[in-house]
């Protein structure tokens, strides 16, 4: 084989490898569409979905202290808001700080949850995609789909693992399971401010097109 094939060869070998990195790179720093328009959305306009965000779950709040049946039902944009505007400025500790604008997309029976991920230059958005339902009243099952960064697939090992010692280190009960071949965890509900002599049950998660319905009922204890 003549030098000047080898050169040829050697040529095409290096450029497909600077194509795979490229393609690589810009399946990582991908940008999901919801999550553009989402992070897009005027500072005004998320305010006002972050007052809506808190009276909703305030005045939900006050009424699962009294008995009745109560619900509450919150819209993609209302919690978009929340994520926007009162998370930033008074739960700040609460992501680790190469997560930051986080948003969700609410769709029949699956929130994808899109996070911009920052580690040294690269800058991209991871995203998971779960199901949030009810195994039985007040025990509440969390399945995992997909973890991406980009449109690139992730393994989801090891955030169930973080998961887990998170769980372990705030004493927070979880069992987990498997369903159809995603990991589901079971969180069961403490009670709410059991004090008051009223016991809550959440009898129905469900995500919904654009929004999360949840709905229960509140009883005297030992009632």
Not at 10 to 22: D, M, P
Not at 81 to 96: C, K, M, R, T, Y
Not at 137 to 156: E, S, Y
């Amino acid at each position: 084989m003549r030098l000047a094939t080898l050169v040829r060869i050697g040529v095409v070998l290096v450029l497909l490898i600077v194509l795979l990195i490229f393609a690589t790179y810009r399946a990582a720093v991908h940008e999901p569409e919801f999550y553009r328009a989402e992070t897009a959305v005027p500072a005004a306009e998320q305010k006002v979905a972050n007052d809506e965000f808190l009276a909703q779950t305030t005045a939900v709040a006050s009424v699962v202290e009294q008995p009745g049946a109560w619900s509450l039902r919150l819209t993609q944009e209302q919690i978009n808001g929340f994520l926007a505007v009162d998370l930033p400025q008074n739960h700040g500790n609460v992501l680790p700080p190469f997560l930051k604008e986080p948003r969700v997309q609410l769709q029949a029976h699956e929130a994808t949850i899109a996070c911009r991920l920052q580690e040294g230059a690269l800058s991209s958005v991871a995203t998971l995609a779960i199901d949030v339902t009810l195994a039985e009243p007040n025990v509440i099952a969390v399945r995992f789909k997909r973890l991406r960064a980009g449109i690139i697939p992730m393994p989801l090992e090891k955030l169930l693992e973080q998961l887990r010692n998170l769980a372990e280190q705030n004493q927070v009960p979880i069992r987990w399971t498997r369903e159809d071949g995603d990991t589901v965890a079971l969180v069961t509900l403490p009670p709410l401010k059991p004090q008051q002599g009223v016991q809550q049950r959440v009898q129905q998660i469900e995500i919904r097109e654009g929004e999360v319905f949840i709905a229960g009922s509140s009883s005297p204890m030992g009632g």
